[in-house]
C-alpha cells in the first residue's frame, strides 16, 4: 500500500482515480492544484504523486518545477496526466522532472501499472516534511 497525493482540479478526475487507486489498496489524499498539493506535502508522507498538468492557480509544470527544488522530494515519483499529444508537451513535463507521463483518456489497469511499477510493494519509501523514511508495506 502506498499513500498516494491526486493532483487534480476536477472533481469528477479526483473521484474516478481515488476509487481506482484504492481498489488497489492504496492511501490516496487530494489536491486541487499545486499550490494545494505543496500545502499537503508539508503535512503528510506521500509515496507517490498523480498529478494532472492543466490546472488553475498553479498548474502540473509549476508544481513539479517547485516540487523539484526542494532536495527531499527531488526523488519522488511524480506521473502526470495530459490530454496534449503535443511532443513539446511531453518535453516540458520531462524538464519539469516528471518520472512518468500518460495521455488521457488513459485505463485504470494502466494508471495501477504506472503507479505500482514506482512503489515497490514490499519496501515502501515515504516522503513528507521529515524527508526519506522506510514504511514497512502492509500485507494485502
Not at 494532472?52 to 516540487?67: I, T
Not at 515519483?77 to 513535463?93: K, M, N, W
Amino acid at each position: 500500500m502506498a499513500t498516494i497525493l491526486v493532483v487534480d482540479d476536477h472533481i469528477t478526475s479526483q473521484r474516478l482515480l481515488r476509487f481506482i487507486l484504492q481498489q488497489d489498496n492504496h492511501a490516496v489524499i487530494t489536491a486541487r492544484n499545486g499550490l494545494q498539493a505543496l500545502e499537503c506535502l508539508e503535512c503528510i508522507s506521500i509515496n507517490l504523486i498523480l498529478t494532472d498538468l492543466m490546472m488553475p492557480e498553479m498548474d502540473g509544470l509549476a508544481f513539479l518545477e517547485h516540487l523539484r527544488m526542494e532536495e527531499r522530494y527531488r526523488e519522488l515519483p511524480v506521473i502526470a496526466l495530459t490530454g496534449s499529444s503535443r511532443e513539446q508537451d511531453y518535453r516540458r513535463a520531462r524538464a519539469a522532472g516528471v518520472t512518468a507521463l500518460l495521455t488521457k483518456p488513459v485505463e485504470s489497469q494502466e494508471i495501477l501499472a504506472a503507479v505500482n511499477g514506482l512503489v515497490p510493494p514490499t519496501r515502501e519509501r515515504a516522503v513528507g516534511a521529515t524527508g526519506w523514511s522506510l514504511v514497512p508495506a502492509i500485507p494485502s
